[in-house]
Every structure is written in structure tokens, then in C-alpha cells.
DNA sequence: CCATTTCTTGGTCGCATGACCAAGATTCTA
DNA sequence: TAGAATCTTGGTCATGCGACCAAGAAATGG
């Protein structure tokens, strides 16, 4: 009877214990993307992994420890995935294109991780918990940020507040899941395509500027 | 003991009982802004109004009666700000560049209005009560599209899908409020331009097009 | 093989919630 | 003003929740 482990992760982790931790949180992501945040109690999870309620507890002890679990691993999974996506690409622009057209095709692949990351973050957003929920976006919002600027200074894009942009990105990729859910039946290629390239249109330097600069 | 009025609203309603009922919902509606979805009880919201919980049971029955209240009268309000701030736009770019500001400022001097909506559209959402959010959505979703669509067809637009950019767009103006919330200090009628200037780039017809079509 | 640790179950506990109700207070109406 | 309709309160009720616990099952290792 030990675990109570938060973030006390000292490599101490038994083979069993990482592979129940890894189910619970699984059906967890499940589960959220079911019946949403206020419906995924322990008792729904625990029955959606075939397990007993009490299991979760004593794996985690409190409900916002495997929610952090959550959103932690469907993050890693979404670094992975984009970083591995843009590559070696050589441009800034090129780069916006790769992560836009990456993270619609991770939404396509991933959708339970996409709909349960937001649940958990809308969930738990409106209160003072929310302390993850902001963390969180502002560090999105800061990698775009920064992203865009250093396209800024080398001569990629227009002039524009990077801040706002990264805001509307992160909005415009944001609401892809549910127009997902809501349009099962989109050509998700197309949809990655059109979208990095209207994007690509609003941050690029102008034709005119560019020759004006030249 | 009679209420229990639900969509039967025929005319009958006393002058008291419709100022409870606007009392109520503007204190869910503040409720919901401060505490967040899963928090916005009955004795809450009570609370916060200083008036008995069961008198919301009274007027309102279900609590989904409750927020589907709150949703309308949002929209409502949303919706005037909205046409109004629009007005006489002689082109579709025009009317575009308006409704985007017009939202902008809207999210600014109505900021509990619109964090409610978002909480009860989210934390509704993912149930199969979500029937009103999808509605919602798909009503918000349409409306912009047409609107693009018909730039489209009077040459102010480039070509684009008018559903992905209706969806985009909509993401980026239901991220404003997380922003202005984020950052306080925001200059919103900056804000408002440059987001509204953003768009404007992304869907106009460009130069050199229309010279070509000229 | 046995002793110790880890894992799992099923159960109880207190708490918050939405719905409901009986009774009193208030307002309306004739 | 008297009676009826409406409004409001405070309370009870069943439900579902997260946390916790005792006891047994399973794995571990000496």
C-alpha cells in the first residue's frame, strides 16, 4: 500500500503499476471523449477498463492527478507527432504549412486524445484549478508566438502582432475536432491543405512587398 | 403553483415572473463566468441572486431549461450588437471587416456573457444533450458561411471553401475571450483591427488576380 | 517454500447535487 | 376587504460522487 505518488516519480515504478497507470489513463482519454468531462466519474472509467473504481484511487488518489495525466500524454504524443511532422522543413513558411496540415492529420488519427484534451482543459478551465488549463495555453500560444516572430525577422512574413496571430491560429486549429465530429465525412487532406494555405496567405509578405523590398 | 412552463410560452407570464426569471439567468450567467460550468449549482447561483434555490426549481424546472435560457439570451444580445455593428456595410468586405470588430468589442464589454456561453456549450457538450451546442455550432457556422459565399459570388472573395473558412474563422473569434482574459491589458480596438485587417488578406480576391480578371 | 511487498476488490463514509413538496407570504381580483 | 392565485422559503429525499479502508489475491524474492 505505497503509491500515492504524484509527481514523486523516482524511477521506482513497477512493470505492473506503469502498465495499469497507462490503461487507466487510456480509458480515461476514452471516456472523456464519450461522455465528456462532468459524465467521466471513476466509476465510468473503472467500467470502461473493466476494472474496480477503488483501482483508480489507489493508482493516483486524486481525480485532477489523472487528469494532469492525461493532458500530459496527450501532449507528448502530439509534440512527437508534430515535431516529427515539420522535420527539416527549410523555411519558416514551410514550416507553418507542415504544423497546420500535422496537427489537422493528428486530429484525424487522434481524435478521443484531441476531444478528451479539450474536455479536460474546458472542464476544469472556469475555476481556480484552472491553473493548468492557462499554463497550458500559454505555452501553445508562446511556441506559435515565437515561431511567428522568427519568420518576422527573417523576412518571411509581413508585419503583424505575433501574439494575435499565434491567438487566431491556435483558435482556427482548435476548432477542427469538432468540425470533425460534426462532419465525419470531410476529405481531411483537402481540409489540412486549404488551411495551411490560407494561413500561409494572411502571414506571407506580400508580392508587391516583396518586390518593393527587393 | 402553476409554472413549469417550458417552450409552452403562451404569452402568460406574469411581470414578476419574468423579472425573476431575467434575475436568475443574469446571476447564472455571472455564476457561470465565475465559477465555471461544473460549479454553477442551484444554491450557487441562488447565492449569488440572494434568493432560495428551489425558487429556480420553480421558475425553471430542469436545470437544462435553466441554461438553455442562458444561451438564448446571449444570442440574443449577441445578435443585435452584431447587426447593428454591421449595419448598411456596403460590400461584403466590408460587412466582414465589421462583424469581426463588432465581435471583438463585443467580447470585451460583455465578458461574462460570452465565458458563460462557452461554459454551457462545452460543458454540455460532449453528452448526447449536446443536441443544442451542435445546433448552435452548425446555426454559426452556416451564417458566416453564406456570408462568404456570397463575396464569393459578387467577386469580392477568392476562391476558398466557404465552410473551412467559416469554421476557421469562427475559431479564431471564439478565442478572444480566453485572450482578453488572459492578457487584461490588451488594447482591444487594436485587436479588433488587426484580426479583422488578418482576415480581410486571407479571403480577398488578391491584386494580381483581379488585374488578370480586369 | 514461505514471508513480504505489491496489487485489487468491494465496501463504507461524508458531501454536494437536482428535484420535489408542504406551508407560509405576497400579490391579484372581484 | 375576502378569497384565490401566485410566489417564495426552507426543508427532505434519493442519487452519484471522490476518497478512504480492510481484507484478500497475486507477485516477488530469499
Redesign the interface.
Known amino acids: 500500500m505505497r503509491p500515492r505518488n504524484g509527481a514523486t516519480d523516482q524511477k521506482s515504478r513497477s512493470f505492473i503499476e506503469a502498465a495499469r497507470r497507462g490503461q487507466i489513463v487510456q480509458a480515461a482519454i476514452e471516456t472523456?471523449?464519450?461522455?465528456?468531462?462532468?459524465?467521466a466519474s471513476f466509476a465510468r472509467i473503472a467500467e470502461h477498463a473493466g476494472i474496480s473504481a477503488g483501482l483508480i484511487s489507489y493508482h493516483f488518489g486524486h481525480k485532477a492527478e489523472l487528469f494532469q495525466q492525461v493532458v500530459a500524454d496527450v501532449n507528448a504524443l502530439m509534440d512527437g507527432w508534430l515535431t516529427e511532422h515539420i522535420g527539416d522543413a527549410g523555411t519558416y513558411r514551410e514550416a507553418l504549412q507542415r504544423l497546420i496540415e500535422g496537427f489537422v492529420l493528428f486530429c484525424d488519427s487522434h481524435r478521443a486524445h484531441v476531444?478528451a484534451l479539450g474536455?479536460v482543459l474546458?472542464?476544469?478551465?472556469?475555476?481556480e484549478n484552472?491553473e493548468l488549463a492557462?499554463s497550458q495555453?500559454?505555452q501553445s500560444v508562446g511556441q506559435l508566438e515565437q515561431m511567428l516572430r522568427e519568420g518576422q525577422e527573417h523576412g518571411e512574413f509581413r508585419d503583424?502582432?505575433p501574439r494575435?496571430?499565434a491567438?487566431?491560429?491556435?483558435?482556427?486549429?482548435?476548432?477542427?475536432p469538432?468540425?470533425l465530429f460534426?462532419r465525419p465525412g470531410t476529405d481531411v487532406a483537402a481540409?489540412a491543405k486549404?488551411?495551411s494555405m490560407?494561413?500561409d496567405?494572411?502571414v506571407r509578405r506580400s508580392?508587391?512587398s516583396r518586390i518593393t523590398r527587393a
Open positions: 472523456l471523449a464519450d461522455v465528456g468531462y462532468a459524465k476531444l474536455q474546458a472542464g476544469i478551465g472556469g475555476q484552472g492557462r495555453r500559454e503583424f502582432s494575435l496571430m491567438v487566431t491560429l491556435l483558435g482556427s486549429i482548435e476548432a477542427i469538432a468540425e460534426a481540409y486549404e488551411l490560407t494561413y496567405i494572411a508580392r508587391l
